[in-house]
């Protein structure tokens, strides 16, 4: 069964779901509001999360563990989608009219 590569409208919080019977299997909980979207790297072993507090943030799928907070926008910005590109390499985060682009590798904490 192939996952989707992405999900939208999640309240606060990533839910890790176990793919076999639907049941939540862990909980991120580092946003401080609304998560609106979530996508997975193209190898699976990175989440990315746009929420509304602001923030994307990136997530190490195997050790459920948040590996970075990326820029976060202007004021008033709500990250309501997050994509990977092919390679995994950029990641695009869409908010309003405005799509800011992070060189996964190279941008973080900056």
């Known amino acids: 069964m192939k996952l989707p590569q992405s999900f ?3 309240p606060l919080l990533v839910v890790v ?21 979530v996508a997975f ?6 989440l990315a999360s746009g929420a509304a507090d602001g923030t994307v943030k990136l997530w190490d799928v195997e050790k ?18 997050v994509a990977f590109s092919p390679d995994g390499r950029l990641l695009a985060a869409g908010a309003g009219d405005t799509v800011k682009l992070w060189n996964v590798f190279e941008d973080l904490s900056r």
């Open 64 to 81: 459920r563990k948040e590996i970075d907070t990326l820029k976060k926008g202007d004021w008033g910005f709500i990250y309501s989608s």
């Open 8 to 10: 939208n409208f999640v």
């Open 41 to 46: 790297s193209p190898d699976g072993t990175t």
């Open 17 to 37: 779901l176990l793919v076999q019977d639907s049941r939540a299997e862990d909980t991120l909980r580092e946003h401080t509001d609304w998560v609106l979207s």
